[in-house]
């Protein structure tokens, strides 16, 4: 049987020159490494108690929606401006590679809920934090972030998301 990691694609100078790009895509072209992921995660979360599953597009929402798919919750989308078609909410954050802004609707998440957030990879964590901050700016509570691959040399863990409970299933030392 395979490891998760040996479905990661690595992929030299991409996006630019000096970065080892870790690519899900390879997880995603293996019904193998899809199921194993998935199943992997929910393991992740067989003791957390969760109303709702938020992913940001767009290989997030492949993980999300499968997830809330297996655990029969709702699933929220965050998107890029001008996705979403009702009221919305937005944050602003900082990439490694920039700067970008996440929407969701102001009634995706009620007072109370506690929601579960998923991504494809962890770098600076700053996705996962604004998605984190919409959800409480709405009363929800996030209950865990979940993530198939993690790069730890960003330090999002000990750093931006130190106050979150974070789980990964594939860690990568560097950058």
Same mark, same amino acid.
């Given at each position: 049987m395979k490891h998760l990691e040996n479905y990661v694609k690595a992929i030299p100078d991409f996006p630019k020159e000096g970065v080892l790009f870790r690519d899900v895509t390879g997880i995603l072209e293996s019904p193998e490494g899809f199921q194993l992921a998935l199943d992997s995660t929910v393991g992740l979360l067989a003791d957390v108690e969760f109303d709702l599953v938020a992913a940001p597009e767009s290989r997030g929402f492949i993980f *999300? /929606? $499968? =997830? $809330? &798919?297996? %655990?029969?919750t709702a699933f929220v989308p965050i998107r890029k401006p001008g996705k979403l078609p009702r009221e919305t909410i937005s944050e602003t954050y900082e990439l490694e590679y920039g700067r970008a802004t996440l929407h969701m609707h102001t &009634? +995706? #998440?009620?007072? *109370?809920?506690? #929601?579960?957030?998923? &991504? &494809? =990879? =962890? $770098?600076? *964590?700053?996705? +996962?934090? /604004? +998605? /984190? !901050?919409?959800?409480?700016?709405?009363? *929800?509570? #996030? /209950? !865990?972030? #979940? %993530?198939?691959?993690?790069?730890e040399g960003f330090g999002a863990r000990a750093g931006l998301l130190k106050d979150y409970d974070v789980a990964s299933l594939v860690k990568y030392p560097g950058k």
């Open positions: *999300g /929606a $499968a =997830l $809330a &798919d297996r %655990f029969r &009634d +995706a #998440v009620k007072p *109370g809920q506690r #929601v579960v957030i998923v &991504d &494809d =990879l =962890l $770098a600076t *964590g700053g996705t +996962a934090m /604004a +998605a /984190a !901050k919409m959800v409480e700016r709405l009363g *929800g509570e #996030v /209950a !865990k972030m #979940v %993530f198939p691959i993690e790069l």
